[in-house]
């Protein structure tokens, strides 16, 4: 045998040297210099990108603080819980605060005892998407009194969710003392007006110390109203905030639900030659003041179409806006009801221009490809059946010859003062003028939540028992709409010898249980509180309404209000529920 016996060591070292060369880095690197190049440069690039994406946020940030900052009045935004999640400068001012001592503080610290309930039941209704402007009484950190004009704005989600309010907040100087200015006026209106009738007036007095009091009274109103109008801020305000805020959304979430609230012939226009228009926008009640020019905005353009306005048209076809009115009472102070002159005025302007007053009957014939609508058709419904709408509403009515809808609360008819009786209900059904449609037998009222400090509409919560605590089941819950839904329409079948297919849900909550129990009873045509206008094709479970019926609403304003509506189509979809909630 021969054994042949070869030295491979160095070999065997090269290739341990080639080994360690091919999984040393710096060898990879060298060997692939044009890929580390490629992803230099995409490094770089991508750094570049993120610096400019930076330097426009922050340009935006800057402009949009630019503008709250130097408004004149107070800004205030708060969530869906009531907290303050934005305020600019002035506001914090008005307060006696700064701004970081009034993030995240609830509303309610800011109010004296008096007005927590009355700001609940304005913000009860903000969550329903009505928006509002009133005038009430906040407390400074000092505790002094605040008296302000606000006008209040909701804002939702995609979802249909609430979001929370945007505030715009005017001071109004010396509006404590016209209060009580006017309180003791009207006591002393009473006090002579029962004098005069005790005395039977005096024939040929040439004025009465009556009619000076009077005279006084009405002169009084007018120069508060003045001072109100000089210092309050129109409901535009606040919507043009937020088209400039859009840059940069994140310090309040998301608000693409909120132009569905809003008119959408708004325009906005940033220049740095000239100051913003918010900041102008009450040149004529306040002194002029050296506006600086806003941060450097080079890096940011609009497009001309937001720098053109949208001209409404005067008319519109194929469409039916339905108009939600409450209370008709002379006497009431609630501000979602209406006087009868105001339901007069309101229904002769709107025949005076055009519109015409159709029943929801016919709209429903119109939805069902059974019959067409007149142009510019408009709907009349009263919520709740209020007294009002026999005794006030409908000879205003029947005047003008204007089809209407009570949706009734079926419970309160007959038993709850200050709603209708049972023989008012079959005069309005057989009038032929007004229909009857449903609003709940018993379930119009808020219920605690399993959520501490929280109630939702009872139509759309699993109530809790208050002895034990205990949460209704899914299918208890199901049971209770059931029964209610089945003993409204029983209860108008032995009354009225009929049924009805028309449901306003109470304060507009809904969801799909509701839906289904709501259909398998007889109701086809189902009205909301959301804004808007229903066309052909329109959901007939979720109809859009436009809230008329309210103080703050004037009749010369309604006509170009559906105008608007008409012509702001909805941003989505109608939400698949529509869950209210608010702090109890």
Known sequence: MMILISDITKRKIAEEKLCRAHDDPGLKIKRRPDRLAK???????????CKQADMVLDSSEAIRRWIADRRNEGIWIL???????FTNQKMAEMLGYTIEEMAEMPDRLFLSQEWRGKIEDRMLRCRQGIRERIDCKLLRKDGTDLWVSVSCTPIFN???SYDGAIGVLSEIAGHGQLEDVHSHEIACLKDLRLAKQAAGGIAGERRSPLTAVEERFRLLKKKSKVLRCGTTLSLIAPIVLLATASFHTGLYGDMTGFPRQSPSNLSVSLSTAAPSPLVSAHAKSAPASPVSAPPSASKISLGSSQQQRLQIPSTYNNKVAVLMYHDVNPNSHQDINVTPDRLDADLTLLQQQGFHIISIAQMAAFMEHRAAVPEKAVAITFDDGYQGVYQYAFPVLKKHNAPATAFIIGYNVGRVA?????????????SGLVIIGGHTYNQHQPEQTAKANFVKPATVVRIIDPQTGREETDQEYETRMLADSQLFQDTLKNELGHTTPYFAYPYGAYNATVLKILRDTGFKYMFTVLQGVNGQHEDTTRLYRINVGATWISTKNIPSLILKTVFSPPSGKQPAAWLPEWKS
Not at 39 to 47: F, I
Not at 418 to 430: A, C, F, H, I, M
Request: proline residues 3%; negative net charge.
């Open 79 to 85: 969530d869906d819980r009531n907290n303050t999640i």
């Open 418 to 430: 200050g709603y209708l009786t049972w023989p008012e209900v079959r005069q309005l059904d057989e």
């Open 39 to 49: 992803g230099q440069e995409a490094l770089q690039a991508e750094n570049d990108s």
């Open 158 to 160: 995609d979802n249909g």
